[in-house]
């Protein structure tokens, strides 16, 4: 099946710094989100985002598909940012479901 | 819109005995899902619906898990019994069709087995 990679595993910021994330992944795709799960768990979607750019806020995100990676962009961190970063992907012509990445763990201190 | 919504939010029980899991997915979605969460990794699709058939259960333990969406609204998700590896978040979400659209999760039911 499709392998996905995240990096970094962990990430330790001061609040008004800025990150980024990095997602690798082993085939094409026709569907990649980025989710944020805070610290109660709940998995918030932040980007679907199978190919190009898209900004919303202190987030950006951007796909290149043919590279088979996304990054995920945070600037000004707050402390509300802290939580665990996933990508999952869908495969093209896969089983459409999506696969997660194993995550980002972000802190972000006061 | 509400959201996806689950029931009980948390669950204590004890290895051999069983559990059942309730999801409410958002209105007029087609397809919802079932996942579980380990604790340090990323959700695995445990079984997917479109309306209330199964098409894709390949990584449900059937020995021990079930799960139905009667109706093609509601769906529950049932252990028995349990093992002490099932400990996990059990997360449903819904989308509003297969393939490329965006999954929306709900809170999830953190499941301890004893």
């Known amino acids: 099946g499709i392998q996905v990679e995240q990096s970094p595993p962990d990430l330790i910021l001061q609040e008004g710094a800025n990150s980024t994330l990095r997602c690798n992944f082993s085939d094409s795709v026709n569907n990649l989100q980025w989710f944020h799960q805070n610290p109660w768990g709940q998995l918030i979607n932040l980007f679907y985002i199978p190919s190009g750019t898209k900004q919303n806020g202190r987030l950006s995100a951007t796909t290149v598909a043919t590279e088979r990676y996304s990054l995920l962009y945070i600037s000004s961190s707050q402390t509300t940012d802290s939580g665990v970063y996933f990508c999952?992907?869908?495969?093209?012509?896969?089983?459409?479901?999506?696969?997660f990445g194993q995550g980002t763990r972000l802190t972000i201190n006061p | 819109e509400a959201g996806v919504a689950q029931s009980p939010r948390y669950k204590i029980i004890e290895k051999r005995q069983s559990v059942a899991f309730w999801c409410n997915p958002i209105?007029?979605?087609?397809?919802l899902y079932w996942y579980q969460q380990i604790l340090g990794q990323g959700p695995k699709l445990l079984i997917q619906?479109?309306?209330?058939?199964?098409?894709?259960d390949s990584q449900l333990p059937k020995d021990r898990f079930s799960a139905e969406r009667l109706k093609g609204v509601d769906s529950t998700l049932k252990i028995q019994p349990a093992k002490l590896e099932d400990s996990a978040v059990y997360l449903c979400a819904s989308s509003l069709n297969r393939g490329i659209h965006t999954q929306y999760f709900g809170p999830g039911t953190r499941l301890t087995v004893l």
């Open positions: 999952a992907v869908d495969r093209l012509r896969g089983a459409q479901k999506l696969v």
């Open positions: 619906f479109q309306n209330n058939g199964v098409v894709d």
């Open positions: 209105s007029g979605h087609a397809t």
